[in-house]
């Protein structure tokens, strides 16, 4: 399957399905249509088929949702210590990957770290779970919401994960049920390379998010495939810094102590070259000013004309989800985007991490112009025809946007 313009892999779709007396793995083939499945259970015993398999290198990439903190966690783990089971039954095997794959959730639940990293599994992970940042608690989404904003089934595992004496037909529904997740999935990796004619889906047709991270790797040289945009944007940014400044040590990149903003007022964060003109919105700052900063989400809405829009964490946001403006007779409307414009003020007023050098300030505003240098290059090849040495132009000053957009290391 190509995934870049120039990349041509072997793509491995899979899921795994962990009960106390069944082991399920599925790894589809999207080029040739076809299935390798493995089944540990009361019946049969595909264990050394699967290991065979699945450290064979017959795929260059095996794609999940959730894979990495998941999937090949349990994999890798079989991997590593099938050959102690040789004198388990079946169902004992089965009950060590059921409690194996209990403790990976569990450690999971608690942000402990796992087993293995991306480097340890034997099959390269691409993980559109935690590319799309959905392991973010903002963002967190799981695959039957995906499938429902696919158009796609929605299914709910059928059988409970600790049923006892389970069935040659039940173990055939779990199997359906796993193969539509993988469908599921296919369908999400397409979306990520681009590929996607749902309309409400608009935004993200012919945005190969793959793409992206192949052109900033060749730029910077991260190692970020399974890389949410904005950690490529927070790495970029502490690897020119880290640079520049000739840090042997990462941890020199964080304050030895830290000052949270906690029970204080908010006014005391306010710049102070900023003032406002309106009775209602100096009402409004006055107010919100003697609020005091909590570590719970706070929210402060304000209506101005028909739109209501609520001060919370991340900005100013307006609330309203379609609207129509009818311009009125002898005036005009006009829509115009200020370039970098909070990147821009952070150089201005020299806002930048206390802790941090001046060198913070100068590598940010080198991001600016080298974004709006590549964004240019990039539209005048395009209009020229030639669209393929745009495309990393276009991929990584996407990428700039984000490390400005998200230039703080404090």
Known sequence: MKITEDIDVKIGLCDIETLKELFDVGIYNPDTGEWQEFEVSAYRNDLYHFVKC?????????????????????????????????DKTNLEVCQIIYEYAQKVIEDSNYDLFHTYKEKDFSIYPIDIF??????????????????????????????????????????EIIRAYRRNDVRVTEKLFQLTLGNVDIP????????????????????????????????????????DYIKEENISDPRDLFPKKVKHPFGQKFKNYFPKHVEFETDQLKEFVKKLGNEYVKNIKQEFPIKIGNTTYTVAK?????????????????????????GSQYPNSMVKFEICPPHLKKTFLHQYKGKISKRISYKKTAKDLIKDGQKEKARPLMSVQEMLKLCLNGGNLN
């Not at 793409?211 to 502490?238: A, H, P, Y």
């Not at 991340?314 to 007779?329: C, Q």
Request: contains cysteine; hydrophobic residues 30%.
């Open 200 to 239: 409400e889906l608009k935004d993200y047709k012919g945005k190969n998010k793959i793409q992206d991270r192949f052109d900033v790797m060749q730029e910077t040289g991260l190692q970020c495939l399974n890389w949410s945009d904005v950690k490529i944007g927070e790495e970029w940014n502490k690897l």
């Open 130 to 171: 935690r590319i799309h940042h959905f392991d973010n608690e903002a963002r967190r989404t799981s695959l039957k919401w995906c499938a429902f904003i696919l158009n796609e089934d929605v299914e709910e595992m059928p059988i409970h994960h600790s049923k006892e004496n389970l069935t040659k037909e039940e173990i």
């Open 54 to 86: 699945y450290t064979s290198k017959e795929y260059d990439y095996l794609v999940t949702f959730n894979g990495i903190n998941f999937d090949q966690q349990v994999l890798q783990y079989i991997v590593d210590n099938y050959e102690k089971w040789y």
């Open 314 to 338: 991340g900005g100013l946001h307006s609330t309203e989800k379609h609207r129509h403006i009818t311009v009125p007779e002898g005036f005009r409307y006009d829509d115009e985007d200020i």
